[in-house]
């Protein structure tokens, strides 16, 4: 998993920081499975091994583990704000209908501002529209 440099602390996306109980429940809460989550779900999640821990407290640990690079957060159409353990280069795909958030590869294209001669060193692409399921029942909602 995450590598230690001293006691209690965690290099975190080239960051020391504090390895709490809480942020590392956070983490491997995200990084189980390949899905996406806003805050109140992961709270619901934590709190069946960290029972006291509060919805503040997943928000701040939330903002460290983006700021650390460890995890990347993804804006739906509501506003409403998901979060995803898997930072390797992908794209999402977000359904206006069923709010589910597809992952999809990123093209390896080259982009515009690497055409001007920009170093580009993360992407974010988000999609919205209606994914096939819901494609396939436009007309039964």
């Known amino acids: 998993m995450l590598l230690g440099m001293i006691p209690n602390k965690e290099n975190l996306g080239g960051k020391l920081m504090r390895a709490t109980k809480q942020k590392m429940a956070i983490l491997d809460f995200l990084r189980s499975k390949r899905a996406h989550y806003n805050a109140v779900q992961i709270h619901e999640a934590v709190q069946k091994q960290i029972p ?72 974010r692409v988000v999609y919205f529209g209606l994914c096939s399921e819901c494609n396939n029942t436009k007309g039964t909602k």
């Open 52 to 123: 006291t821990i509060s919805l503040s407290t997943i928000y701040r640990n939330l903002a460290q583990l983006i700021e650390a690079g460890e995890i990347a957060s993804v804006e739906a159409s509501d506003k409403c704000v998901f979060y995803d353990g898997y930072t390797d280069e992908h794209s999402h795909f977000v359904c206006e209908r069923c709010k589910k958030i597809y992952d999809f590869p990123v093209a390896k294209a080259i982009s515009e501002p690497e055409k001007a001669g920009f170093t580009v060193k993360n992407q």
